[in-house]
């Protein structure tokens, strides 16, 4: 498939891809070529189609660099990189979020800097750990990051990610609710089960930090008594959202406690609240209320007339819709990518980061970081 961009790509880059629902793509000019969607690479098939479309689209004819995500251990990093070695070209890494909100650069943004918001499960963030709920200051491969969601622990790792009553868990810890660990969470996952994630996130024994605001969703979700374990990705967030949704439907908008990006006044409404629907309410005009707050004043503070939204957790179509409406309340343009919120699209920016970068022959590393209420 072949696409066509606004403005053309002032370099000539192949790009790799994330490592879920990865797809690559070839900027040359206006012109975007995409490969197949290859899935998430945790197949030998799924890393042999990669390999296929890298080497497909790298025939097209010569090429400046080769993107690639920043995390060393992806298959579609190393992929790029052989190619790149083989083919003498450099090979340019690419943090994730920055990725995200450059495809909105590369489809709709005019050529000017842009307040972004990054958000979804997981990202490799420059400093090593997981981000994924990120406020940054986006122009070309220059880059900085101004915020992000407040931290949260995985409990057990990975598996936090795909049992929401551990992020449950790891919220009521980060707001220093502990004790209400065990009788909150035993009778829905066992005795065992709670009391050994309590005495983990006591120990700090295998709970690596997280900012995604995808895991944010997995704690509300645990905690609200939503979900405890999902078979699908984004299954708990999803029904979170539509839980708010029918409540929405039926009742003015609930209280909204007042927070800053570390989301410590929602996570104690979230303990505190009666009813599980009104909960999730609660959380998703809060988180959208909060966004919108920071978004406008790095906006403000930088000069910034141009948002961009970008990442899996805006296929929410509430939380999508309130910030929206808050930014553009506040006289901003806001943008969202037009293909693919997700990680799907995300090789067109790598491919356009790199391609600025080889152009304005900046480096793709981040400015340093300004903090942003």
Known sequence: MTTTLPRPAPARVLAA???LKNAACRVD??????????????????????????????????????????????????LAQALAAELGVPAVPVQHHHAHLAVVQAEVAPDEPLIGLALDGVGLGTDGTAWGGELLWVHGARWQRLGHLGTLVLPGGDLAAREPWRMAAALLHALGRSDEIVPR????????????????????????????????????????GFSDRQAQEAEAAITLERAATEWLAEHADPALPDTGLDLTALGHALA??????????????????TLARATVVAARAHGVSVVALGGGCFFNRLLTQ???????????AVHLPQADRGDAGLALGQAWVAAHAMATGHDTEPMETTACA
Not at 272 to 289: K, M, N, Q, S, Y
Not at 322 to 332: G, M, P, S, V, Y
């Open 29 to 78: 000019g206006h012109a975007v070529r995409w490969s197949p969607l290859h899935g998430d690479l945790g197949t030998p098939e799924a890393c042999r189609a990669l390999q296929a479309s890298l080497r497909a689209l790298a025939a097209d004819g010569p090429l400046d660099a080769i993107a690639h995500d920043l995390h060393p251990d992806f298959e579609s990093t190393r």
């Open 185 to 224: 969470l035993a009778p829905r996952v066992g005795a065992p089960l709670a009391h050994g994630v309590q005495a983990m996130l006591a120990r700090g024994l295998n709970c690596p930090a997280t900012t995604g605001a995808g895991r944010w969703f997995d704690a509300a979700a645990g905690l609200l």
């Open 272 to 289: 505190d609240v009666r009813h599980p629907a009104e909960g999730a309410a609660i959380f998703h005009l809060t988180l959208a209320r």
């Open 17 to 19: 891809g994330a490592w």
């Open 322 to 332: 309130r910030l929206t409406d808050a930014l553009r309340a506040a006289e901003l």
